[in-house]
């Protein structure tokens, strides 16, 4: 599995903040209020599309050229950098065995 990824982003300046898309991965989007939240959050929706892909075996996109996103005039290109091994931590399951004891009616 790849460790290091880097991913274009549109941020889409609106009226109470921002809205986010992934030229890479069309299907998503999120949004933010400001700046800072905004990358935050677009390396949220990265690593669990990354992460689904790799669970599915499938291939993860070519990150597109800088040439082939259009942007409007009130949006943004930002290159957002995902470090896999930290969101593959942060989102991994850890099950924990219970014994549990319950009266007999």
Same mark, same amino acid.
């Given at each position: 599995?790849?460790?290091? !990824?880097? !991913? #274009?982003?549109? /941020?889409? =300046?609106?009226?109470? @903040? !921002? /809205?986010? %898309?992934f030229p ?5 989007? %999120?949004? *933010?209020?400001?700046?800072?939240? *905004?990358? =935050?959050? *677009?390396?949220?929706?990265?690593? /669990? ?7 599915? @075996? ?5 990150? +597109?050229?800088?040439?082939? $996103?259009? /942007?409007? =005039?009130?949006?943004?290109?930002? !290159? ?11 989102? +991994? ?5 219970? %014994?549990? %004891? $319950? #009266?007999?009616?």
């Amino acid at each position: 599995m790849k460790e290091n !990824y880097i !991913y #274009p982003v549109v /941020l889409h =300046k609106e009226e109470d @903040g !921002y /809205l986010i %898309t992934f030229p890479d991965f069309p299907d998503q989007m %999120t949004e *933010a209020e400001t700046e800072e939240e *905004a990358v =935050k959050a *677009a390396q949220e929706v990265l690593a /669990l599309c990354i992460s689904q892909n790799e669970d599915m @075996g499938k291939e993860n996109p070519k990150a +597109k050229s800088q040439e082939e $996103i259009t /942007l409007d =005039k009130n949006s943004k290109l930002v !290159y957002v950098h995902l470090w896999m091994p930290y969101f593959r931590k942060i989102e +991994k399951v850890v099950y924990v065995k219970k %014994t549990l %004891t $319950i #009266p007999k009616w």
